[in-house]
T-cell receptor
Framework: GQQLNQSPQSMFIQEGEDVSMNCTSSSIFNTWLWYKQDPGEGPVLLIALYKAGELTSNGRLTAQFGITRKDSFLNISASIPSDVGIYFCAGQLRAGNNRKLIWGLGTSLAVNP | ETGVTQSPTHLIKTRGQQVTLRCSSQSGHNTVSWYQQALGQGPQFIFQYYREEENGRGNFPPRFSGLQFPNYSSELNVNALELDDSALYLC???????????????FGPGTRLTVT
C-alpha cells in the first residue's frame, strides 16, 4: 500500500535532548497529522496541521506543514523518558467526507534517562 | 466523553475461518475508519463508513467487509482468513462534514488478530 517517507527510522537520545523527525510525500496533502503509538496500543493524536506553512505547538511538541504541501516536520524539545514510543506522520487529502489517512513507517524513539 | 473502544483485544483464528471485530466510536462521531497495521509498519486504510454507508475503500479484497449501525458503532468482517491477515486492526472515529477539525481521527486500542 501507499506509504510516506518518514525519517529517521529510529533514534536513541539522551534525556533533555531535542528531537527532529520529518515526513515527505510524492503527493500533495492538505492535512498532516502526527501520532504517537505505544506498544500494543492505538495511535494517539499529537498535532493536526491544516494549512501550508502552518506551525503548531502542543507543549514540548512543535510541528510544521511544509510550504510545498508534500512534507511535514515534528520537533520534540527537552525529551523525557515518557516520550519513548513510535511517532507516525499521516497525510490526508481533505475532501468532503473522505477520512483516509496515508501513513509513514514511523520513527522509533528511545530516550536514555 | 467516551473514547473509541474495540473488542476483542486479542483473537486467534485458523486459516480459512471468519472473524468479526467490533468498534464503538467516540461520542458524537459519525464516521468510522478501519486500518490494518502489520508488525513494524504504518497502518493501512481498509475502508470508511459514514452514516451507515461505505464511503471509501483501500486496496483490500472483498473478503474484507464491514457494517456501521445507527448508533455509529461498526464491525469489520474478514472471511477466508489467510496467514497474512495477522495484524493489529485499528478503528478510528471522527466527525462528519468538512470542517477542518472534523478530519482528526481518534483511535481505539486495536484488536490483535493472529491467524495460524
Amino acid at each position: 500500500g501507499q506509504q510516506l517517507n518518514q525519517s529517521p527510522q529510529s533514534m536513541f537520545i539522551q534525556e533533555g535532548e531535542d528531537v527532529s523527525m520529518n515526513c515527505t510525500s510524492s503527493s500533495i496533502f492538505n492535512t498532516w497529522l502526527w501520532y504517537k503509538q505505544d506498544p500494543g496500543e492505538g495511535p494517539v493524536l499529537l498535532i493536526a496541521l491544516y494549512k501550508a506553512g502552518e506551525l503548531t505547538s502542543n507543549g514540548r511538541l512543535t510541528a510544521q506543514f511544509g510550504i510545498t504541501r508534500k512534507d511535514s516536520f515534528l520537533n520534540i524539545s527537552a525529551s523525557i523518558p515518557s516520550d519513548v514510543g513510535i511517532y507516525f506522520c499521516a497525510g490526508q487529502l481533505r475532501a468532503g467526507n473522505n477520512r483516509k489517512l496515508i501513513w509513514g513507517l514511523g520513527t522509533s524513539l528511545a530516550v536514555n534517562p | 466523553e467516551t473514547g473509541v473502544t474495540q473488542s476483542p483485544t486479542h483473537l486467534i483464528k485458523t486459516r480459512g475461518q471468519q472473524v468479526t471485530l467490533r468498534c464503538s466510536s467516540q461520542s458524537g462521531h459519525n464516521t468510522v475508519s478501519w486500518y490494518q497495521q502489520a508488525l513494524g509498519q504504518g497502518p493501512q486504510f481498509i475502508f470508511q463508513y459514514y452514516r451507515e454507508e461505505e464511503n471509501g475503500r483501500g486496496n483490500f479484497p472483498p473478503r474484507f467487509s464491514g457494517l456501521q449501525f445507527p448508533n455509529y458503532s461498526s464491525e469489520l468482517n474478514v472471511n477466508a482468513l489467510e496467514l497474512d491477515d495477522s495484524a493489529l486492526y485499528l478503528c478510528a472515529s471522527s466527525l462528519g462534514g468538512a470542517r477542518p477539525g472534523s478530519y482528526e481521527q481518534y483511535f481505539g486500542p486495536g484488536t490483535r488478530l493472529t491467524v495460524t
